[in-house]
């Protein structure tokens, strides 16, 4: 017989990023099934490997031959993600993705936890009506290290935006509410007017201590400041007057992301160069945009995803927790871990315009059982 303390640390140390290894061992047994199950070896999961893995992603790509949710992992794995045709994945962060209901009279949106299933629909209030408005979630419990916040009390800031022709101000009205699921409602909306429209079709947020930034489709940065309840709008590096252009004739294309020093910082895709901004304070002024790191994909990319300067790369989406950003080129999606510079393919398809990437540790839900008629140990990959 194993030891209960013995068996438990041989546990803990298979790959977090192969989640199948974990999910066959809950079906050996009972015990084993009520160990990697409890909160507890959750929270020593994450204390022994610290950085969750990216288990997948989402995509808002309707095609019916690729799966919603796109593993990322070592092994195959599946979760079951809303339906592209009814939702527009938004967000996922602290255990939760966030959708927002597409061809509906009213507007909903949909909270879900991959790890556990569980769902909370959101109705949208009829007056936040807007062309492409964004959102995003995240755990609205006091001192939570997300570590085991499933079924916790979370917040939602919904942003949209309006043209308001008979206004003598700026046209265009950016607004912002927040939901709480603590009490079931939304605050009040914080407004502000702008020359240009915000439309967030194909960007997702960050979150940066007591603020919410989302990237328009304009490549305006909207900050949303969770504490004063106020917007704020950014520039990014490009329009800073010692900005050095390449002189390549290249579009700037942004992502946000969370820098290394934990301050807000986007990538620049030029080409083949991923250039990687910090938002730093300066003295006497307010932050300014500096350039930490200069990535060359033509080394990190097999030479098939790069068969033009100008077009063969995009960034479509960045794995804050993990600090992982996701390409696609002309051959196919491929993970990058900007730290150790691995590279992985993830899916041959090249089609996605946005993506939605799923990081959390995976231990099973206590309701998992394994298929009738098939022995656990021989149950198959995911």
């Known amino acids: 017989a194993i030891p209960d303390e013995l068996f438990e640390e041989f546990l803990l140390r298979l790959p977090p990023d192969d989640p199948a290894c974990l999910l066959r061992a809950s079906l050996v047994c009972k015990a084993w099934s009520h160990t990697v199950s409890s909160p507890r070896f959750r929270r020593r999961l994450h204390e022994l490997h610290r950085t969750p893995p990216v288990l ?45 209901s597409k061809g509906q009279d009213a507007e909903e949106l949909l909270v879900w936890e991959p790890i556990t299933g569980a769902q909370q629909r959101v109705p949208v209030p009829a007056a936040f009506q807007g062309d492409y408005p964004t959102a995003a979630v995240f755990c609205a419990m006091d001192g939570c290290d997300h570590r085991d916040c499933f079924g916790g009390h979370f917040r939602v800031v919904f942003v949209f935006c309006v043209d308001e022709e008979d206004t003598e101000q700026d046209p265009f009205l950016t607004s912002a509410a927040v939901y709480s699921s603590e009490t079931g409602m939304w605050g009040e909306l914080a407004s502000m007017h702008g020359e240009f429209v915000m439309y967030f079709e194909y960007y997702s947020s960050v979150l940066i201590g007591r603020s919410l930034y989302f990237l328009s489709d304009g490549g305006l940065i909207l900050e949303y400041d969770l504490v004063r309840h106020g917007l704020t709008v950014l520039d990014t590096p490009d329009c800073q007057p010692d900005y050095m252009s390449d002189d390549d004739g290249l579009d700037n294309r942004y992502n946000l992301m969370l820098a290394e020093s934990g301050a807000l910082g986007v990538s620049e895709e030029l ?62 999606l491929f993970s990058i871990e900007l730290q150790s510079k691995r590279v992985r393919k993830v899916s041959g398809h090249r089609g996605f315009c946005n993506l939605i990437p799923v990081v959390s540790f995976y231990t099973p839900h206590a309701r998992l059982k394994a298929p009738v008629g098939e022995h656990p140990m021989t149950h198959r990959r995911g």
């Open 271 to 332: 080409g083949q160069r991923l250039k990687l901004w910090t938002k730093e304070p300066s003295y006497g002024t307010d932050a300014i945009w500096v350039l930490s790191r200069v990535i060359n994909l033509n080394i990190l990319l097999p030479n098939d995803a790069l068969v033009d300067a100008i077009n063969s790369v995009q960034v479509l989406g960045f794995a804050h927790e993990a600090n992982v950003t996701f390409v696609v080129t002309v051959a196919g």
């Open 56 to 100: 997948g992603v989402l995509h808002n790509w309707e095609d019916d031959a690729i799966p919603r949710f796109i593993h990322t992992t070592a092994s195959s794995f599946s979760l079951a993600a809303p339906d592209s045709r009814s939702w527009r994945a938004l967000d996922c962060r602290h255990g939760r993705a966030l959708f927002l």
